[in-house]
């Protein structure tokens, strides 16, 4: 019964000890093992089992990229102007053992380098010049720092400078500073504005102007066209109107002679046929009729072609 009870235990505490031997690495980890106190082996990621009582899980490296965000360092500008600086680096383990077993306190030596590094690189530079140049204060910081953690086994792939708070006084100074030259790029902008205004105004009014002048000539064009069309018109009613008096002339000297010739008519009858052969006339397309207003020149006339006919009978 007592053997039974001891077997059991002895083959318990073997179960417990393989079962603590076997250990299970994760993805992007590293341990590192030691062998009666000294390092042996690394063990990547997947299942490993360890000798019991001589091997030793001494440290587990992360090789993923890790963020330290320092506290604010008191620094000094060329200026004699103290400011808090405070930085983020972004850094790798590259070299599990060098990282394990060449420095004790890796963060705490970042953490003292950067800011012996930012105090050396601030104090060459005045505010001014800090609060504008802060990409190139991250590179030289970053060159630095990764040269000296390479032999600790660490990459430093970027560092950011968070902060940069000047004492109060300055912060005050530089909101003023900044309240005015918002203010005058305000009054640049609206000065601007109005200029442009002005422009645009100076130019839709010289346009109108230009328009308007157009417009203006084109209707002195039309109306000296429709002038010249209607003189035009006129002169040709005039030129029918005289053509048509000088057709009704002709037309009556040659009725007058005619009927004298076959009938001898009277007076009476020669102011008839005048009057018919006028009415005649004003029955044509003229659109301006001039008619004698003298009719003792017609009675004239007549017996003018009287006398002619007669002379003429004579010598008959």
Same mark, same amino acid.
């Given at each position: 019964?007592?053997?039974?009870? /001891?077997?059991?235990?002895?083959?318990?505490?073997? /179960?417990?000890? %393989?079962? @603590?031997?076997?250990?299970?690495?994760?993805?992007?980890?590293? *341990?590192?093992?030691?062998?009666?106190?000294?390092?042996?082996?690394?063990?990547?990621?997947?299942?490993?089992?360890?000798?019991?009582?001589?091997?030793?899980?001494?440290?587990?490296?992360? %090789?993923?990229?890790?963020?330290?965000?320092?506290?604010?360092? $008191?620094?000094?500008?060329?200026?004699?102007?103290?400011?808090?600086?405070?930085?983020?680096? *972004?850094?790798?383990?590259?070299?599990?053992?060098?990282?394990?077993?060449?420095?004790?306190? $890796?963060?705490?030596?970042?953490?003292?380098?950067?800011?012996?590094?930012?105090?050396?690189? /601030?104090?060459?530079?005045?505010?001014?010049?800090?609060?504008?140049?802060?990409?190139?204060?991250?590179?030289?910081?970053?060159?630095? %720092?990764?040269?000296?953690?390479?032999?600790?086994?660490?990459?430093?792939?970027?560092?950011?400078? !968070?902060?940069?708070? #000047?004492?109060?006084?300055?912060?005050?100074?530089?909101?003023?500073?900044?309240?005015?030259?918002?203010?005058?790029?305000?009054?640049?902008?609206?000065?601007?504005?109005?200029?442009?205004?002005? /422009?645009?105004?100076?130019?839709?009014?010289?346009?109108?102007?230009?328009?308007?002048?157009?417009?203006?000539?084109?209707?002195?064009?039309?109306?000296?066209?429709?002038?010249?069309?209607?003189?035009?018109?006129?002169?040709?009613?005039?030129? @029918?109107?005289?053509?048509?008096?000088?057709?009704?002339?002709?037309?009556?000297?040659?009725?007058?002679?005619?009927?004298?010739?076959?009938?001898?008519?009277?007076?009476?009858?020669?102011? %008839?046929? @005048?009057?018919?052969?006028?009415?005649?006339?004003?029955?044509?397309?003229? @659109? !301006?009729?001039?008619? #004698?207003?003298?009719?003792?020149?017609?009675?004239?006339?007549?017996?003018?072609?009287?006398?002619?006919?007669?002379?003429?009978?004579?010598?008959?």
């Amino acid at each position: 019964m007592v053997g039974g009870i /001891i077997l059991g235990v002895i083959v318990l505490f073997i /179960i417990l000890l %393989l079962l @603590s031997s076997i250990r299970i690495v994760r993805q992007a980890e590293v *341990y590192l093992v030691e062998r009666l106190g000294k390092f042996h082996r690394e063990l990547d990621s997947g299942i490993h089992i360890l000798l019991p009582f001589i091997e030793r899980i001494s440290a587990k490296k992360n %090789l993923r990229e890790q963020v330290v965000d320092f506290p604010p360092q $008191p620094v000094i500008t060329k200026d004699n102007v103290t400011i808090q600086v405070d930085a983020i680096v *972004y850094f790798q383990v590259t070299d599990p053992i060098r990282h394990e077993y060449e420095i004790a306190n $890796p963060i705490g030596a970042i953490n003292n380098l950067t800011a012996t590094t930012l105090r050396n690189l /601030i104090g060459e530079l005045e505010l001014d010049q800090t609060l504008t140049s802060r990409d190139t204060v991250n590179s030289k910081l970053r060159v630095v %720092l990764d040269e000296a953690t390479d032999k600790w086994g660490m990459k430093v792939n970027r560092v950011e400078l !968070k902060n940069i708070i #000047p004492p109060s006084d300055i912060q005050q100074a530089m909101e003023r500073q900044m309240q005015a030259e918002r203010t005058r790029r305000q009054q640049v902008l609206q000065a601007q504005g109005e200029k442009e205004a002005k /422009i645009l105004k100076a130019e839709g009014e010289k346009q109108s102007k230009i328009l308007e002048a157009e417009g203006e000539r084109l209707s002195q064009i039309e109306r000296a066209k429709g002038e010249k069309e209607s003189r035009i018109l006129k002169a040709e009613g005039e030129a @029918s109107a005289i053509l048509k008096i000088a057709e009704s002339k002709s037309l009556g000297e040659k009725m007058i002679l005619d009927v004298w010739k076959e009938n001898n008519p009277t007076q009476a009858m020669i102011q %008839l046929r @005048s009057m018919e052969a006028l009415v005649k006339v004003a029955d044509g397309k003229s @659109s !301006k009729l001039v008619i #004698p207003t003298d009719a003792t020149k017609l009675l004239g006339m007549v017996e003018s072609i009287k006398e002619v006919v007669r002379s003429d009978q004579k010598e008959e």
